[in-house]
């Protein structure tokens, strides 16, 4: 089955003429790669800001995303501080990508042209916001954060309740909150 969808024109600009245009590896692939144009060394924990040496001009009405390398992420443990990386429309500087290093034991090292993230292009809608005294009901209402499920059989809300209803004591103290879990949310807060 293929793509009926035209690819979207996007303007691009080498600041640092001998890097690669950014291509796809695969057909079906969402993102391209980016590359980094300076060798670097990340020790352990350690967080730095790598130039790509591109910037790009997005039509209206679209974002690029900087999304971490999952092979990087698995044999490196090397991700993205930030996310996605955002890349509006009206930004025409040069793409620059902020990596961490997660192992705690081995540096990782970067030589310049290595592939350090990807960016996909999506298209983004415009909002207008409405205020109001109060939103419309529905079936999930204002449960967040491990409302379906998950580790320790309850949802991270109930802990939130749970800390309210023991009081300020619970909440400085790190105590166990419900099944017997020490709340994380207890440790940090009035940090």
Same mark, same amino acid.
């Given at each position: ?5 035209n690819p ?16 796809? %590896?695969?057909? $079906?692939?969402?993102? &391209?790669? =980016? *590359?980094?144009?300076?060798?670097? !060394?990340?020790?352990?924990? /350690? @967080? ?41 429309? %009206?930004?025409? $500087?040069?793409?620059? &990508?902020? =990596? *961490?290093n997660l192992?705690?034991? !081995?540096?990782?090292?970067? /030589? @310049? ?41 309850? %949802? ?36």
């Amino acid at each position: 089955m293929s793509d009926p969808r035209n690819p979207v024109d996007v303007l691009i600009r080498r600041i640092d003429p001998e890097v690669p245009i950014p291509a796809y %590896g695969h057909p $079906g692939d969402a993102g &391209v790669d =980016l *590359v980094t144009t300076e060798a670097a !060394e990340l020790a352990p924990g /350690e @967080r730095m800001v790598l130039p790509t040496g591109i910037a790009i001009a997005l039509p209206d009405g679209y974002a690029a995303f900087v999304h971490p390398r999952s092979g990087l992420a698995a044999r490196c443990g090397v991700s993205m501080v930030n996310t996605p990386g955002t890349v509006d429309a %009206g930004y025409r $500087g040069e793409i620059k &990508v902020i =990596l *961490v290093n997660l192992d705690p034991r !081995e540096s990782v090292r970067f /030589e @310049r042209f290595d592939r350090i993230a990807q960016l996909v292009v999506q298209q983004v809608e415009k909002v207008r916001f409405h205020e109001v005294a109060e939103l419309p009901g529905s079936a999930r209402a204002a449960r967040g954060f491990g409302s379906t499920g998950g580790h320790a059989g309850g %949802g991270a809300s109930d802990v939130v309740q749970a800390m309210g209803a023991a009081g300020p004591a619970a909440r400085t103290t790190g105590s166990t909150i419900g099944k017997g879990y020490a709340s994380v949310a207890a440790d940090r807060e009035g940090q």
